[in-house]
T-cell receptor, first 114, second 119 residues
Framework: GAVVSQHPSRVICKSGTSVKIECRSL??????MFWYRQFPKKSLMLMAT?????????EQGVEKDKFLINHASLTLSTLTVTSAHPEDSSFYIC??????????FGPGTRLTVL | AQKITQTQPGMFVQEKEAVTLDCTYD???????LFWYKQPSSGEMIFLIY??????QNATEGRYSLNFQKARKSANLVISASQLGDSAMYFC????????????????FGKGTKLSVKP
């Protein structure tokens, strides 16, 4: 079945540094990928919709200059958290849409900013 | 191997009736957490309910309850008194380890079930 991977699965970084998270669809092409942030016992917050070959669509309240999204190919989208701060510590999840509009989720990336 | 299985790609329910969405899971870790999320057409993922593997009672949140059968490794979501606004995709997910963040490992999702509520 369709698989979506994320790399790294965990990352710890110092405040002020940037961190890049990769999301890959391993056996299908995804023109659309989504980035979410998970909060304890709350909704997965949709951060942005990543479209291959065009600019990402950010949800209201998400800083596009802080969370840079690049959908470089039909199988890869990256989320870069720039100048990370402790409040950015969270669990980031991506998902990818197949051509049949089935959504597959990546396993997530746990970011800890010290 | 698939760790979360949702066998119902689509379900229909009459308004005001109850509906059960199936979810089975596979893990060898005695500590784990089970989640249900609702995804309306907007794409957001609305947290519905959480069940820890050591929780003594089935989790309930308003009209949502989780029918947790540990021996069968099933965590079915029951929605009582369905409403038109319940029409959405529903995803079951699991994270190994104790507590909401588990061992801070992967959150594994099922493929989802599309629920349609008929007036």
């Amino acid at each position: 079945g369709a698989v979506v991977s994320q790399h790294p699965s965990r990352v710890i970084c110092k405040s002020g540094t940037s961190v890049k998270i990769e999301c890959r669809s391993l056996d299908f092409q995804a023109t659309t990928m989504f980035w979410y942030r998970q909060f304890p016992k709350k909704s997965l917050m949709l951060m942005a919709t990543s479209n291959e070959g065009s600019k990402a669509t950010y949800e209201q309240g998400v800083e596009k200059d802080k969370f840079l999204i690049n959908h470089a190919s039909l199988t890869l989208s990256t989320l870069t958290v720039t100048s990370a701060h402790p409040e950015d510590s969270s669990f980031y999840i991506c998902s990818a849409l197949t051509s049949a509009d089935t959504q597959y989720f990546g396993p997530g990336t746990r970011l800890t900013v010290l | 191997a698939q760790k979360i299985t949702q066998t119902q790609p689509g379900m229909f329910v009459q308004e005001k009736e109850a509906v059960t969405l199936d979810c089975t899971y596979d893990t060898s870790d005695p500590s784990y957490g089970l989640f249900w999320y609702k995804q309306p057409s907007s794409g957001e993922m609305i947290f519905l309910i959480y069940q820890g593997s050591y929780d003594q009672q089935n989790a309930t949140e308003g009209r949502y309850s989780l029918n947790f059968q540990k021996a069968r490794k099933s965590a079915n979501l029951v929605i009582s008194a369905s409403q038109l606004g319940d029409s959405a995709m529903y995803f079951c997910a699991m994270r190994e380890g104790q507590g909401f963040w588990g061992s801070q490992g992967n959150l594994i999702f099922g493929k989802g079930t599309k629920l349609s509520v008929k007036p």
